[in-house]
Each structure stands twice: as structure tokens, then as C-alpha cells.
């Protein structure tokens, strides 16, 4: 198994969707094959090390492997895991978001809602980020600005409006 991972972290090194199809059916075969937990999770790390994705495919390849997981009825990315996931998904969806104020209004409008973002859900920092693309301005009354504002948690009637 060793061999055939470095084989295709070779084979895959500028080939980023086919690295992922092949971690995923590595992963399943795993699974068929019923080892241990502890053997799941050392091969699963090993698998991250050799076979390692980038930002937008390692959750399109979490994804698969949950799918996997469930057709044989079981779990090995832990909820630990999954918070460190939802963690980063939240802080790359946060820089996203000042990149975005940064560029269209500059680093005074980003850095006065940076702090703001951090207790935000995903799908408020999701609304955010749609509504950072399109508001003509921070101060412009628009559907899109009253959503960036409520998604921040700031009152409808501000000095936004």
C-alpha cells in the first residue's frame, strides 16, 4: 500500500483531480478490505502526507470519503477532525472576504469588519462574501449592503443606509 501511494503521489504531482480519484479509491479499498480502525487512521494519514490536495479539493475529497464511509457504515474522520475542518473553512472564507473588501473599498473597510467576522456562522460569512462582491458601496442603501450588514449583525438602520 506504501508503494503504490508514493507511486501515485508521483504519478498525480501535477494532476490534482486524479490525485484525488485516486486517494478516494485507495481509501475504499481500505475499507473493503476491514482493518482495523487504528490501521484506517495511520493509512488515512499516510494517505494525507503522500497524496496531500489543495484548499478547494481536500473538501471535495472529504466529501467522497464520508460518501465511502457511509456505504460501509462507518466513521474514521473524527469530530475532532471535523471541527478542524469547519475551522478552516471558516477562516479561508473570512480571508476571502477581506481580500475582497480590500481590493473594492482598500484596507480601511476590510479591517473595520475583521473583527466582526469571527462569530459568524458559515452561512452568514457565505451571505457575506456573495454580498461583498456585488454592494457598489459600504454606503449605499442596496439589498446587498443591508445583507452585508445583517449577515455582520449590524441593525438595519445604520450609517451604512
Known sequence: MVILLHRDAQDTRHDPQERMRRKVAHYRRVLQRGHQADDVR???????????????????ARDEMKRVEEEFAVSYITSFEEIGIEQGRHQELARSIL?????????????????????????????????????????????????????????RASSMD
Do not use: I, K, Y
Open 99 to 155: 481580500r475582497t473588501l480590500r481590493v473594492r473599498f482598500g484596507a480601511e473597510a476590510a479591517d473595520g469588519v475583521a473583527p466582526r467576522l469571527q462569530p459568524l456562522s458559515l452561512a452568514q460569512l457565505d451571505t457575506l462574501a456573495e454580498a461583498a462582491l456585488v454592494v457598489p458601496s459600504l454606503d449605499a442603501p442596496s439589498p446587498a449592503s443591508t445583507r452585508l450588514r445583517l449577515s455582520m449583525g449590524a441593525p
Open 42 to 60: 495511520a493509512l488515512l494519514r499516510l494517505m494525507d502526507r503522500l497524496l496531500g490536495l489543495g484548499a478547494p479539493l481536500v473538501l471535495q
